[in-house]
C-alpha cells in the first residue's frame, strides 16, 4: 500500500456552468464536489496544477485521498473526471467521501510481471495478450493496493491466467469471484502468433516424402 494521498481545497459558494467557467479561466481552480455518507454534498475546488500533478499517478485513481478544506478534511475515492475533449484540462472532478472502518470497492491497476522472460514468450515464441488493465477488488480503505500484479513467469503457450490464479495482498478480494466460479474471468494468456500453425504444416513432410525418405 502507498501513502495516502493529500489534496488542499476551498469551499465553492457560486453553482452553475457560468462560475465553473470563470473558476477554470480566471482562477486556475477546478471544480469538485464532495458526497455521499451522511453528509450533505459540498462543493469545492482544487488548484488545477495539484489535481494534474496527483492525477500522474495512476494509484490516484483507486487511493485513498485526503482532501483539506480549511481546519477541516474529508477522506475520498476519487469517483469520476470530466476532462476537456482537447486540452490537458480536468473540468470537474466527482469524489465519495469513504470510512475507514467500511470496505471500498475499486478498480485498481493490473501490473504485467515477467512478460518477455516468460517460458510462453522467450522459449516458445508466443504473445500475451491482456484481457484485463484494472480488477475490480473489495476491502478496507487502510489495504487499498497501488496495483494488483500478475506474475507471467512459468506461464506457458496456450495457457491462460484467470483471476483465481491472482495472489491477492491480504484483506483484499476480488468482487467478480465473490460472485460465484462462472465470475472467474480470464485476465491474461500467452498465445501462438497468427500464422504459426500453419507455418508448421507447411515444412511438415507429407507421407509421400516420408515414405521416399
Known amino acids: 500500500m502507498s501513502k495516502d494521498f493529500e489534496l488542499n481545497a476551498t469551499l465553492r459558494e457560486d453553482a452553475g456552468k457560468g462560475a465553473s467557467r470563470r473558476l477554470r479561466r480566471l482562477e486556475n481552480q477546478t471544480p469538485a464536489i464532495i458526497y455521499g455518507g451522511k453528509k ?15 492525477l500522474e499517478n495512476e494509484a490516484f485513481y483507486s487511493h485513498l485521498i485526503t482532501i ?8 475520498v475515492l476519487l469517483k469520476d473526471l470530466q476532462r476537456h475533449p482537447a486540452k490537458p484540462i480536468v473540468m470537474h472532478a466527482d469524489f465519495l467521501r469513504v470510512s475507514k472502518s467500511k470496505k471500498v470497492t475499486v478498480k485498481a491497476p493490473i501490473h504485467f510481471l515477467n512478460e518477455a522472460t516468460s517460458v510462453g514468450v522467450k522459449m516458445q515464441g508466443g504473445k500475451v495478450s491482456h484481457n484485463m488493465t484494472e480488477l475490480e477488488i473489495s476491502c478496507l480503505p487502510a489495504n487499498l493496493p497501488e496495483f494488483i500484479e500478475v506474475d507471467l513467469a512459468e506461464v506457458e503457450v496456450g495457457q491462460i491466467v484467470h483471476i ?15 460472485l460465484g466460479a462462472d465470475h472467474d474471468g480470464a485476465v491474461a494468456s500467452i498465445q501462438k502468433p497468427k500464422g504459426a500453425d500453419e507455418d508448421d504444416a507447411a515444412e511438415a513432410p507429407s507421407e509421400g516424402e516420408e515414405a521416399a525418405e
Open 164 to 178: 483465481s490464479d491472482l495472489k491477492l495482498p491480504k484483506g483484499v478480494t476480488s468482487v467478480a469471484l465473490a
Open 68 to 75: 483539506n478544506i480549511g481546519d477541516k478534511s474529508e477522506s
Open 40 to 54: 450533505k454534498p459540498v462543493n469545492i475546488q482544487i488548484p488545477h496544477k495539484d489535481l494534474i500533478k496527483q
